[in-house]
């Protein structure tokens, strides 16, 4: 950390000007967000009327050559929703979206929101037993799925908990114009819909900021996903603080290609749209080469990213347009120190509205004061505790009580457990649990464990350190070395597979490595491992390097010596002679690492 990091009163009195203009309108978004009545009416089908009602002729919604203004989309969400209640769906049931980014996602949510239904906000990328597990976790009474993940839904459909007649399905196409045909098993719900009421359901008045919002799918720490319950009123905080702090209006459009399965994209980013009433354009997936000609199609003035984004933006050859464009905003998070300032000049971008916060976690950060390397000022209760990262657990003093971490001394990030800031966890209550911390400095008080490790640089503000545990972070999303290695077991010729983040220079995050142990007489195909990891799990997840071991190391409990093989690495020189392999970009099997191809993933040729 550089000491220009620390933020002194001289640094918060310079943004001050800034900040203050946007008060009357922050102090309104607090209070929206910060509301602790559970019958409190609002949340995102409120927030989508409330939208439309100030600004109904502006641009609501551009994808592609689709472009809806918000008295056209809530007039679809609309029928969408009074559809539903025709189905006799009501507060409090649950329905899978299994859709990819595009305007059919947001219509769905938006009409099950306004009836209370809850969402169950599928990753996309899942397959297999995984998306089986996070199916049928929630056990949704319905299904609405895009034609794009037909197949990797109707290869697990058999162990599904949902029945033909309640699977709804949209084609890919815009299916205002094109309803297009089902394929079996399925209902066309574009069809469906088409003859129900446009205006406003009664329901929305009745959804209050109590009521369950979405399940978005967490790695958490340990095994199968989880399902973290997220609440209108969580959504509401969100929709008043970031829309607040980017003080979007009816002319702005944000381009968004994070996937809105993710709180970042659905809670983030859309809040603060419908908070200014303005447009959203999405993407399917995200392009590097084609990102800034998308910014100039769409004439947006804003951008949602993680910071795995950022670095492939700047991996692009510079171009004289870099500027050429109306983007001076950005929220998100994971952008890192290094490429901060560089990104802001090169592409003429002035405020970068970094956050911290979890789809299960109880506080958040938000750099509201547009400071450089932070995630920015939290006004909630936090705090920030020396942690024993030998031992894996939080430093306790001679009384039992942690020790909170000095200034700029990186340590475990903790939020207490209050009315205000509440814990709304996840479906299993045990898993609650393990999550939170008691008798932390006062006997009865809890707190909420973040896993991660942070800074405090000053002024309540705070900077991101690492992730701890058995999760790791890559492209954006966090993967669980449990669920990993559980998935790798099942590979006929593997005996064990230990599981861990490593880094790899000019990357975000960690890309995953795997020790692995083949059977007794048995050997390893490399690219039918591949292709069986492919099958199983999401790309992101799949390990980028193995490390072939005759022998695990263990401790004394038979726990894994994985500090030892983080060390290690995929360090050619370091790994006693072990094979190393990795899965280079392009390729379909894992190949041997040779001193030329590890020099080479230091250099960066390599695009992981």
Sequence with gaps: MSTQDIIKPIDVLRKAPAVLKKLPKMAYGLALGSSTNPTKVGGLGWALEKATKANPYGSALLYKDTQLNYLQFNQWVNRIAHYFLAQGLKKGDVVAIFIENRPE????????????????????SQTGKVLTHSFNLVKPKMAIVGDELVNAFNDVRADLVVGADKTYWFADTDTLKDAGAAPANFRNLALEIQNSPSYNPPTTS?????????YIYTSGT??????AIFSHGRWMKAYGIFGSVMDLNHSDIMYVTLPFYHATAMAVCYGAILYGGAGVAMRRKFSAREFWDDIRKYNASAIGYVGELCRYLMEVPAKPEDKAHRVRKMVGNGMRANIWTPFKQRFGVEEVYELYGSS???????????????VGFCPLPY?????????????????????????????LLIGKITERTPFDGYTDPAKNESCILKDVFEKGDRYFNTGDLVRDIGFRHAQFVDRLGDTFRWKGENVSTTEVENLMCSYPALAEAVVYGVEIPNTNGRAGMAAITPHEGMTIDYSGLLEHLRKEMPAYAIPVFLRLQQKMETTGTFKYQKNNLKKDSFDINATHGEPLFVWLPGTNSYQAITPEIWENIHKGTYRF
Excluded: H, W
């Design 222 to 227: 340990t095994g199968m996903p989880k399902a």
């Design 105 to 124: 996602l947001l219509a769905a949510v938006g009409g099950l929101a306004k009836i209370g239904v809850t969402c169950a906000l599928l990753n996309t």
């Design 383 to 411: 705090a920030i505790v020396k942690y024993d990262k030998e031992n894996d657990k939080p430093v306790r003093d001679a009384n039992g009580f942690m020790v909170k971490a000095a200034k700029g001394e990186a340590g």
């Design 206 to 214: 009745q959804v209050y900021y109590s009521d369950g919002l979405f």
């Design 360 to 374: 299960e976690g109880n506080i958040g950060f938000n750099n509201i004061f547009n400071f450089d390397n932070t």
